[in-house]
């Protein structure tokens, strides 16, 4: 068995997508193929916290790409350090097996702080006015100055936002490799986030979606064999889907519906209306197909009138409340007390105005942190105002919700054989399949 093990986790990877990426197919030619069931709700954070602890939410405690914390009324979007996760991972078992085994990660979500040997991930520098400095966290500290050095500043603009491209994953790749011949780590997990970007925008089937497939195959045909250059013949390249992206042409609004119930409280300001969270009785953090409500004091009578609200309503498909959040292992303190579940055709919007102008500022802006909740909005750009448009309509993929059918799941590729077990593996089993390569 391989010593040295790479997981390249790449999400709205299809099964369909390899019979256009040739250089894929070739670079994991002699080893096999799964399918990879991601785990509820099928969004980044979860999914990739589900890959390196090998637990669900219930007992990791990421249960959304935001967390809300009652005690503060205050929102984290993005930001959460590694300390949020509440299970051991994967490089915290490899160095209880020996100090000597090293791990390295690059980009995926709440890994700064994590015990990794080696770090990489976007960390911009905020500055008083507002802007922003190009920076990524990095252990060592001083890494990111020789990798700023080398490859010039990692593009964050091309990361996220309407400006979303190849060149952010290009930027990983090519300092990943670079990573991996300095160190040689035992176990190199890197996130390649290229294929989420037009798959949101116009639709997994469209021709930017088929266009970024083919982009994603150049990159990691070179990648591949950089990783082997570097790592040796014995390495084993794992290649996971974090979700799969289908098709959307709904969008639900919780929080407004909770503000036209009463529910939902608003702050009036300059900068436009704003959730006030402390004076709301119900407000909603929307991510992607799902939304965590959160009901002040956890009010029983609320939350039944909560659930209410949603029960019925277009688009969504299921209402959880209280010990129903158990068949998605979503019981934990972290979670909303009701938690809505859209149909497969819908998708959840964070909006709480009414009317566009009592619109927060932000919304009209590249703005992860303030925004509480997910907006793939940031994808498009209003051409005439050069700001993000206030349509989410826009949107024609989404993803999140459980992958019960096979258009939801993705694959799993191990580049020798006899590594899978089974034709099918949940995302928590890729924690158990990284670490069986090190007995």
């Given at each position: 068995m391989a010593r040295r093990v790479v997981l390249l986790s790449v999400p709205a990877l299809r099964a369909c997508d390899l019979e256009n990426m040739p250089n894929l197919r070739a670079a994991m030619a002699r080893g096999q193929q799964a399918t990879l069931v991601p785990s509820f709700p099928c969004v980044t954070w979860p999914v990739q916290v589900n890959m390196v602890t090998g637990v669900l939410p219930d007992r990791h405690g990421v249960v959304a790409n935001g967390l809300y914390w009652r005690d503060e009324h205050r929102v984290?979007?993005?930001?959460?350090?590694?300390?949020?996760?509440?299970?051991?991972?994967?490089?915290?078992?490899?160095?209880?097996?020996?100090?000597?085994?090293?791990?390295?990660?690059?980009?995926?979500m709440l890994s700064k702080g994590c015990g990794a040997d080696y770090i990489c991930m976007p960390a911009p520098v905020h500055n008083p006015d507002g802007s922003e400095s190009l920076w990524c966290y990095t252990r060592p500290t001083e890494l990111y100055g020789e990798l700023r050095d080398a490859f010039g500043h990692f593009p964050l603009h091309n990361f996220w936002g309407p400006l979303a491209s190849l060149a952010s994953s290009q930027w990983i790749a090519e300092s990943a490799a670079w990573a991996a011949k300095r160190w040689q780590p035992d176990f190199f997990y890197i996130y390649l986030p290229h294929l989420d970007y037009a798959a949101q925008r116009t639709g997994p089937d469209t021709a930017p979606a088929q266009t970024a497939v083919a982009e994603l195959d150049e990159l990691l045909g070179k990648l591949t064999g950089q990783l082997r250059e570097a790592l040796g013949d014995n390495v084993l390249l794992l290649v996971a889907t974090e979700y799969v992206i289908t098709p959307v042409n709904h969008v639900l609004f919780p929080n407004r519906l909770l503000?036209?119930?009463?529910?939902?409280?608003?702050?009036?300001?300059?900068?436009g209306d704003l959730i006030d969270f402390r004076a709301s009785s119900a407000w909603a953090l929307a991510d992607h197909q799902m939304s965590h409500i959160f009901v002040r004091d956890r009010d029983p009578r609320l939350i039944a009138r909560v659930a209410g609200v949603f029960s019925g309503q277009p688009g969504v498909s299921e209402v959880l409340t209280g010990e129903d959040r158990r068949r998605y292992a979503m019981a934990h303190e972290r979670s909303g007390d009701v938690i809505a579940i859209s149909t497969p055709e819908s998708w959840q919007a964070y909006y709480w105005w009414l009317s566009d102008d009592s619109a927060p500022s932000f919304a009209r802006t590249v703005d992860i942190h303030r925004k509480p909740g997910y907006d793939p909005v940031e994808l498009h750009v209003d051409r005439a105002?050069?700001?993000?448009?206030?349509?989410?309509?826009?949107?024609?993929?989404?993803?999140?919700?459980?992958?019960?059918?096979?258009s939801r799941q993705g694959v799993l590729l191990a580049s020798e054989s006899g590594v899978l077990r089974s034709s099918s593996l949940s995302d928590t089993g890729v924690f158990d399949l990284v670490l069986g390569q090190f007995t």
């Open positions: 984290e979007m993005w930001t959460a350090r590694n300390d949020k996760i509440l299970a051991p991972q994967i490089w915290d078992r490899l160095h209880q097996k020996s100090p000597d085994l090293k791990s390295a990660v690059w980009f995926p503000r036209e119930s009463g529910l939902l409280e608003v702050e009036r300001s300059d900068a105002t050069r700001s993000i448009p206030l349509d989410a309509s826009l949107v024609r993929g989404s993803h999140g919700l459980h992958a019960t059918e096979l």
